[in-house]
């Protein structure tokens, strides 16, 4: 690799920092925001169409065959476990935070691709090659870190300040990776808030009903304990699912960051030669 090539070439590629970063920050918060209201109008729709009618038949159903039958024993249902409003808002964050994730993977798949396609073919034609890919592509880390290396390279001449280079692009692009998650992370937390918003609620309206349980009829007090219990589950159910694609994401993220490192270090660090 010759210095007049790579300078020429590799600073003719040289992005522009700060545009696709606003860009793609403004796409990403338009798919969040669009991605949540969509999510909470058709779960709520749903509740209101099938689930809340079918569970207040199945209630109405328990409670007559309870006063016919003493020794009867209602069967849980799902319909009843998650039709209050606490797990209704457990359930739209977790299909959110699940929209989320499954479009940070897909531009994870991406890179992955980028990475599997061979992308350096010829060793004398680096730059051209990168000049070559479509913008968006231009974007993906590969291409950056690429790019960063052959730019650091035209002006020092040196392999050492290159592969610096581009291992401080993977390191910031690993940096906000991380930080895009922060959103995935808060639902993990809020997720269980609502949860225990929905057993304080429960356990305020069994003791308002306490009253009733001492003269012998408890069906007020066991119905509100059951939101409790049912919030509850729902909350650290939907906690749970959601914990484990993050956690599964994040390792999927490093992994091709440290990959990407690899290759930059097999594919064209070690073809770099000092004029």
């Known amino acids: 690799m010759q210095r007049s090539q790579s300078t020429s070439e590799a600073q003719a590629l040289r992005p522009a920092p700060n545009a696709p970063v606003r860009s793609q920050q403004q796409s990403d918060f338009l798919f969040s925001t669009f991605a949540l209201i969509i999510t909470a109008i058709l779960v709520h729709a749903l509740y209101v169409v099938h689930i809340r009618p079918r569970s207040d038949a199945m209630l109405a159903e328990q409670f007559a065959r309870m006063r016919a039958e003493p020794a009867y024993v209602p069967e849980r249902s799902i319909y009843i476990v998650v039709r209050e409003y606490e797990p209704e808002i457990c359930i739209i964050l977790m299909i959110w935070s699940l929209i989320l994730l499954t479009h940070r993977g897909v531009n994870n798949r991406k890179q992955r691709q980028l990475l599997a396609s061979g992308l350096l073919k010829d060793t004398r034609e680096y730059a051209r090659q990168m000049e070559a890919l479509d913008p968006k592509t231009q974007q993906l880390l590969l291409p950056r870190a690429i790019v960063a290396s ?126």
């Open 150 to 275: 052959l730019d650091r390279f035209g002006s020092t001449e040196n392999i050492h300040d290159a592969a610096e280079a581009g291992r401080g692009v993977c390191e910031s692009e690993a940096e906000r990776l991380d930080s895009e998650l922060s959103m995935a992370r808060y639902t993990v937390w809020a997720i269980p808030a609502i949860g225990f918003v929905g057993t304080v609620r429960g356990i305020g309206a069994a003791l308002q009903q306490a009253h009733q349980a001492v003269s012998g009829n408890i069906n007020g007090v066991t119905e509100a304990l059951g939101i409790t219990f049912n919030a509850t589950f729902t909350a650290l159910t939907s906690s749970i699912i959601v914990m484990f694609f993050l956690h599964q994401l994040q390792l999927a993220q490093e992994r091709m960051v440290l990959d990407t490192e690899h290759y930059l270090d097999q594919h064209l660090l070690k073809h770099m030669r000092a004029s």
